[in-house]
Nanobody, 114 residues
Framework: QVQLVESGGGLVQAGGSLRLSCAAS????????MGWYRQTPGKQRELVAT???????KYANSVKGRFTISRDNAKNTVYLQMNSLKPEDTAVYYC????????WGQGTQVTVSS
């Protein structure tokens, strides 16, 4: 089993920045893909960004140029640097890891005020 612990959410004004972190622990053989999804009430969870073990990244069009995903394999940690935040980025952000199966974090709230 893999446990994911997220941190870094909070309240920020539009135009500001936040950095999310997600640390994986437990029985980890290898982590293929790490990423972030987000969800707002009444909507489906949507992909924000992913990064493979080969450091290939993928971003939602809505965050390209503003968000940067990175990972530290030695720490089994994935980061999401969010800049130029907009009110529409407000959501619960979930860490997602694929390690012989998908795992989800508990979610961290990001609120961007206008």
């Amino acid at each position: 089993q893999v446990q994911l612990v997220e941190s870094g959410g909070g309240l920020v004004q539009a135009g500001g920045s936040l950095r999310l972190s997600c640390a994986a622990s437990g029985t980890i053989f290898s982590i293929d893909v790490m990423g972030w999804y987000r969800q707002t009430p009444g909507k489906q969870r949507e992909l924000v960004a992913t990064i493979t073990d080969a450091l290939r990244t993928k971003y939602a069009n809505s965050v390209k140029g503003r968000f940067t995903i990175s990972r530290d394999n030695a720490k089994n940690t994935v980061y999401l640097q969010m800049n130029s935040l907009k009110p529409e980025d407000t959501a619960v952000y979930y860490c997602w890891v694929v390690s012989r199966g998908p795992y989800w974090g508990q979610g961290t709230q990001v609120t961007v005020s206008s």
